[in-house]
Each structure stands twice: as structure tokens, then as C-alpha cells.
């Protein structure tokens, strides 16, 4: 694989609950994402860099947060999607993403997408 000279995220395993349809309670998932950007190096340290990326905190804490409103999802791709929708909504230098979801309570509730964002 050739790397990408363009700045990837990589978030692994934010754990929440959320709301599935056709269940009592919301079910413990795990949310896993590969984020490919336009944002082009290099990357310094320099503090300065900071503007130049993708602030990943707030996509974890819509995660965590206001994406439960989105629920009751019917499935796991159905939660997927959604997520990369708001993905993509949230920050137009977003241009690939790789969304992994499953959940350690119930190991048919999977799924793993790949988004190219719409030309």
C-alpha cells in the first residue's frame, strides 16, 4: 500500500450505548473509523498544525452525545450510514471514511462500510 500524503484519522473503539430498534434497552456498541482527508502535510508538531486538521474530538463526542437522537436505528448498517452522513456534513475536508461497528453484547450487530464522499 502506498501511503496517502494527505492527513488520515484513525478512531478506535469509542464505546456508548444507542438505541436499537425492537429492544428495550440501547444496546453497547463500539465504534471504530478511518478518516482520509484532503489536508496535506507535512505535519511539524508545531502547534500551528492544530488548524490544519480535522478536530476528531467532536465527531467522538457526537458519538457519544447527539447521535442517540438519530436512533432508534433499525440495524447496524442503518447506523453506519447515518454516522458518515454526519461525518461528511461536519467537515468538507472529510473525503474517504471506513466505519467498523459492532457490539461485544450481541456479535450478529455488525457492520463495516466504506464512503467516498459525493463529487
Not at 36 to 55: E, L, W
Not at 79 to 84: E, T
Amino acid at each position: 500500500m502506498i501511503p496517502s500524503p494527505h492527513f488520515q484519522i484513525l478512531v478506535r473503539e469509542v464505546a456508548t450505548r444507542l438505541p436499537v430498534a425492537g429492544r428495550t434497552d440501547d444496546l453497547d456498541i463500539r465504534v471504530n473509523l478511518r478518516l482520509g482527508t484532503s489536508v496535506t502535510g507535512p505535519f511539524t508538531g508545531d502547534p500551528d498544525d492544530i488548524s490544519m486538521t480535522v478536530d476528531y474530538s467532536k465527531i467522538v463526542r457526537h458519538i457519544l452525545g447527539p447521535f442517540r437522537d438519530e436512533g432508534p436505528f433499525t440495524d447496524a448498517d442503518a447506523m453506519a450510514q447515518a454516522l458518515g452522513r454526519f461525518i461528511f456534513d461536519f467537515d468538507t475536508r472529510i473525503l474517504s471514511q471506513k466505519i467498523a461497528i459492532h457490539s461485544p453484547a450481541d456479535p450478529g450487530f455488525t457492520s463495516q462500510i466504506a464512503l467516498e464522499r459525493p463529487s
